[in-house]
């Protein structure tokens, strides 16, 4: 880890932060595979679009290991910090989970800020987890076993949609929460001992949500802190994988520590000596493929396909 820190500062590159996003956006999906495990082929890559509730085409992408029909489908929400990352950015990862669980896994492209502002994103996801429910046989998935899951803004995004699912009353066999955002304010512990030279600086994350949110109340929303929400009970069962070098750990594991108090089964992962965006490092961490795996394990278990 020491080294790719030193790689990047020896790069040089100007912080996400102080660019324009869309900028931001070109610099991060140029960066992308950089350190990703080698790009997996599998037997169905397609590229479709859903509808959101304003009529709006929301771009998406399936990935599948086999045409086996009937597979379980998880829903994936990409990391970015609700401002940058998209189905390219993340689509190496996406690859190995499919390939590593057997699962279906579809992509989202859901809005970004500042041009869609909270709760845009929000929206965009929980539209997207219905239509896939409503769908799932037509993409040729079970629609009895969906999961939501994603990284970072997209772990929130995930988060948020399990416990609207909840309240739908739409099953969901597991939320998949890899270092997601889950507090209001940025005030824990691990926000200042890991604020400077660690991937995710406290600049870029003030940009980010600066982006998105444009008040304490929208900050104070459930929808952008899920530890904000009046309860948890009855959400699906969590996975939570954290990397311990992280500005967002001590919320990720307050966020377990809330849906175990509601009586929500959790598994808990913190990968040592790493930093956030670590689970797209696979090609120099070892603890990245390890995430991988223990994630595609998660999955291959709540949905009863060991």
Not at 106 to 135: C, G, I, K, V
């Amino acid at each position: 880890m020491r080294s790719v820190l030193q790689r990047m500062a020896r790069a040089g590159h100007p912080p996400l932060h102080t660019r324009s996003p869309q900028d931001a956006r070109a610099a991060y999906q140029a960066g992308a595979d950089v350190l990703e495990v080698p790009k997996a082929a599998l037997a169905r890559v397609e590229d479709l679009h859903l509808p959101a509730r304003d009529g709006h085409a929301l771009p998406a992408r399936l990935y599948a290991a086999s045409r086996d029909a009937a597979l379980p489908l998880l829903l994936y929400l990409h990391g970015g910090g609700f401002t940058i990352g998209s189905i390219a950015t993340h689509d190496i990862l996406c690859r190995e989970l499919a390939r590593l669980s057997g699962c279906a896994v579809l992509s989202l492209d859901y809005r970004l800020a500042p041009e869609h502002r909270f709760p845009t994103a929000s929206n965009d996801a929980w539209d997207a987890l219905q239509w896939m429910a409503r769908n799932a046989t037509t993409l040729g998935a079970d629609p009895a076993r969906l999961a939501v899951g994603g990284d970072s803004a997209g772990g929130t995004l995930a988060a948020v949609n399990a416990i609207l699912a909840r309240d739908a009353g739409l099953p969901l066999a597991l939320q998949l929460l890899i270092y997601p955002g889950c507090a209001a304010h940025q005030d824990t512990p691990s926000h200042a001992t890991f604020s400077r030279g660690l991937v995710l600086e406290e600049p870029a994350i003030s940009w980010f949500f600066g982006n998105y949110v444009r008040s304490r109340e929208e900050r104070e929303d459930w929808r952008f802190a899920p530890l904000l929400a009046p309860d948890v009970d009855g959400v699906a069962p969590a996975w939570i994988g954290l990397a311990e070098c992280d500005p967002l750990v001590d919320e990720g594991v307050d966020y377990a520590d809330k849906l175990r108090m509601a009586g929500v089964p959790v598994d808990l992962e913190i990968y040592r000596g790493v930093t956030h965006e670590f689970i797209k490092m696979g090609r120099a961490l070892p603890e990245a493929r390890q995430a991988h795996a223990d994630a595609a394990q998660a999955l291959r278990q709540a949905f009863g396909m060991e």
